[in-house]
């Protein structure tokens, strides 16, 4: 039987000595993560404060996933940490989950002041800050909190 040959590698391919640096996939995966127990723990405080408690029912139809989906990750938020919950009961924010949401709304209202503030209508700017605040570094949160203030009160900016 004869061996069929491989094709050359593509030019821009890496050898077999090269391997591509992970770490920016890794980074991101890390992010992706944590934008998800930031908006959890964000949105279970929310249904706490208007409901008394969040169901993963709740937290399910809210985020437009499947409830298996909110079971899953309601169990790596307990193991991070983040909630309490008991099978068929609702689900707490612990200290650290609080203090979580509290970061993620403070980071949303900021970017999506801002957001207006440039003039961006109010649903472009909801939309964008949900993503934009998870991702913007703190100088850059402080910038757009400098900007504000200096466009509320610009005789002392």
């Known amino acids: ?19 591509p640096d992970a770490a920016p996939f890794h980074a991101s995966r890390r992010n992706r993560q944590s934008e998800v127990a930031e908006d959890y723990c964000e949105l279970i405080a ?13 937290i399910a139809r809210r985020l ?8 899953k990750t309601i169990a790596r938020l307990q193991r991070d940490g ?18 979580m949401a509290d970061k993620a709304r403070r980071r949303h209202a900021i970017v999506m002041e ?13 939309a964008d800050a949900e993503g934009i605040e998870h991702h913007v570094s703190e100088e850059t949160l ?9 466009r509320r009160d610009p005789v002392s900016g």
Do not use: C, N, W
């Open 142 to 150: 402080a910038a757009f909190e400098r900007l504000i203030a200096e």
């Open 64 to 71: 437009g996933v499947t409830h298996p989906t909110v079971v």
């Open 82 to 99: 983040l909630v309490v919950s008991k099978p068929y009961r609702a689900v707490f924010l612990t200290e650290t989950g609080r203090a």
């Open 114 to 126: 801002f957001l207006l503030a440039l003039g961006v209508g109010e649903a472009t700017a909801r």
């Open 1 to 19: 039987m004869t061996a069929i040959p491989k094709p050359p590698p593509a030019a821009d391919a890496p050898s077999g000595d090269d391997k």
């Open 46 to 58: 929310d249904l706490q404060a208007s409901a008394g408690e969040a169901r993963a029912v709740d």
